[in-house]
């Protein structure tokens, strides 16, 4: 709070007692008061007023700087009013109970709201459960009955398995922390067990998988790390430029402090220019308008399951040669739950 500021919102006050003043000696002249006696009355009455207005300003002053000071503390600013005392001017506790009381509000409207979507994220969750049962007899029935026209079928059935699998994890990625156990995982089963679920696809695109030094174990969920693997090799069978023979590499490489997953395509990589966005909400960028059917959620989802796992994920790409996905596990046995 500034002085000036102060000044400003009382000047009409201070215009007021000058013109009370100028009144009273008006009056005092007219009665013939000695002008000794009314500079005295003058000197005092202005005294008074400069020891009132100190008084408020400093006392103001304190109140409002507590509350800007305590603001910038505060991660979550809304918090302000369970943080400030009991003012000592009426100001003050207007503002207060104002503060309370917009609080108050809301909550009431956060917490109505946090209903709200957990009741859409459970119909969502019942929904996906719902309908990969059809799926999976489709699947099974495009698998057991041979044909051309089984074989485009069951391409597409997969596709929509995916699909539906993104929802479920989308919904569950908020959260996640309800539905996931931290404990020691094998990377060459959980990459195994990925390569055999997209291994038609793999096989359709004459995609051929390579893998290095995958004989670790680290810790995360074994069914949280297949689902953002499958996303990033879902991801990656989407770009693979025609006439190059399409790669993809997954190693591993252990450190005294973490063990760092490598996940490497040799497609058309990502410009410069989009590199810094592909983790965020709904960002196609140059290779999503390609026609390949992006829609800006699978790393989203995989950027959003790996903060809330404790891992760090992180892209290296250039343009037209490669893109590769690191992700580091720390090692820590505090997370694993025996």
């Not at 609080?103 to 969502?124: G, H, L, T, V």
Request: glycine share 6%; hydrophobic share 40%.
């Amino acid at each position: 709070m500034k002085l000036t500021d102060f000044f400003k919102d009382r000047y009409f006050i201070y215009i007021a007692c000058a013109f009370a003043f100028a009144v009273m000696v008006l009056f005092m002249g007219a009665f013939h008061v000695q002008i000794q006696l009314i500079v005295i009355i003058g000197v005092i009455f202005w005294i008074l007023i400069i020891i009132n207005e100190t008084w408020e300003f400093f006392r103001k002053k304190g109140f409002y700087n507590d509350i800007f000071n305590k603001l910038d503390s505060l991660d979550k600013k809304y918090l302000i009013s369970e943080m400030l005392g009991s003012p000592r001017f009426y100001e003050g506790q207007l503002l207060c109970e104002i503060l309370q009381q917009a609080d108050k509000s809301m909550y009431e409207n956060a917490a109505e709201y946090r209903r709200s979507a957990s009741d859409f994220r459970e119909f969502i969750e019942m929904w996906v459960h719902e309908i990969k049962l059809p799926v999976s007899s489709l699947l099974l029935m495009a698998h057991n009955n041979k044909s051309e026209f089984s074989g485009k079928a069951l391409e597409q059935l997969r596709r929509i398995d995916g699909y539906t699998d993104t929802v479920l994890y989308y919904a569950r990625s908020e959260n996640a922390e309800k539905d996931y156990l931290i404990n020691e995982v094998s990377l060459k089963r959980t990459v195994s067990n990925v390569a055999v679920k997209n291994r038609e696809n793999l096989l359709l695109r004459g995609v051929s998988l390579s893998t290095e030094g995958l004989d670790l174990n680290v810790l995360t969920d074994g069914k949280w790390l297949e689902f953002i693997l499958g996303q990033l090799l879902s991801n990656s069978l989407k770009f693979f430029p025609e006439g190059r023979e399409a790669e993809i590499k997954i190693s591993a490489e252990d450190f005294p402090d973490r063990t760092v997953l490598r996940f490497r395509d040799n497609g058309i990589g990502i410009s410069e220019n989009d590199l810094p966005y592909i983790f965020e909400k709904s960002f196609t960028g140059e290779n999503g308008r390609l026609g390949a059917g992006s829609t800006g959620m699978g790393l989203y989802i995989v950027k959003n399951l790996c903060g809330r796992l404790g891992h760090d994920i992180s892209v290296d790409s250039v343009k037209g040669e490669f893109t590769e996905f690191s992700i580091a596990f720390v090692k820590n046995d505090f997370y694993k739950f025996k």
